[in-house]
């Protein structure tokens, strides 16, 4: 049973539009929430988390809407570049559970020069 | 300053033999989780130190898995016998204190035919 989800496998967009990329979660306890980048034969690269008290967070060309009521939260990358491109997976944190992240199953982004 | 590294990077073992996978943490990160990801399945909690203390094995599937962490520092992740199920990339992370925000590794690719 997940309890984060990434509902698309992958994404392509063109150099310079925007990307976004989208995470449901089911569990109303998680507290803090991240986006991690994966290229392969890497391990994950922490990109950029919110915590439950924000609606955003923004870093860069990085972006993070989370909606609470909704358990939904996204990411959104503007301009895209080709360096872009690789598998983004979201990750939440249970308060009460010793800060172990619970993960999507990621999504590959392609930019397209 | 050195990131986590994990050694071997890949490991191809027969059913029943036994492999230990090393995590180095960044110093200073008194904890350490390991994780695993199973292919086409999203990455795993294995278990979670503390300096040298487990604070939860909960994700440990079963006890042909033990795991150490000598004198909170580095980590070994141990499988004996190794099943085919076991087959996977098993990555360590660590954080400093306090924080949500986990460091990964390359992670360990390990094949049991």
């Known amino acids: 049973d997940q309890q984060v989800k990434q509902n698309s496998p992958s994404l392509s967009v063109q150099e310079g539009r925007i990307s976004i990329l989208n995470c449901d979660y089911t569990?109303?306890?998680?507290?803090?929430f991240l986006w991690y980048k994966k290229y392969p034969a890497e391990g994950p690269t922490f990109l950029i988390s919110?915590?439950?008290i924000k609606d955003k967070n923004e870093d860069g060309r990085f972006t993070v809407f989370l909606n609470k009521s909704a358990k939904h939260l996204s990411l959104h990358i503007v301009p895209s570049q080709p360096g872009d491109s690789a598998v983004y997976f979201c990750?939440?944190?249970?308060?009460?559970?010793?800060?172990?992240?619970?993960w999507g199953l990621g999504t590959s982004l392609g930019v397209n020069p | 300053e050195a990131g986590v590294t994990q050694f071997p990077s890949h490991s191809v073992i027969e059913k029943g033999q036994t492999v230990t996978l090393r995590c180095d943490p960044i110093?200073?990160?008194?904890?350490l989780y390991w994780y695993r990801r199973v292919m086409g399945k999203e990455i795993k909690f294995l278990l979670h130190?503390?300096?040298?203390?487990?604070?939860?094995e909960s994700g440990m599937p079963n006890n042909r898995f033990l795991a150490e962490r000598t004198g909170g520092t580095y980590s070994t992740l141990k499988v004996q016998p190794a099943e085919l199920e076991d087959s996977g990339v098993y990555f360590c992370?660590?954080?400093?204190?306090?924080?949500?925000?986990?460091?990964f590794g390359a992670g360990t690719r390990l094949s049991v035919l």
């Open positions: 110093s200073g990160h008194d904890n």
């Open positions: 992370a660590t954080s400093p204190g306090g924080s949500g925000i986990q460091y």
């Open positions: 130190f503390v300096k040298e203390s487990k604070q939860d």
């Open positions: 990750a939440a944190i249970h308060a009460g559970n010793n800060r172990k992240l619970i």
């Open positions: 569990n109303s306890m998680f507290d803090y």
């Open positions: 919110i915590s439950s």
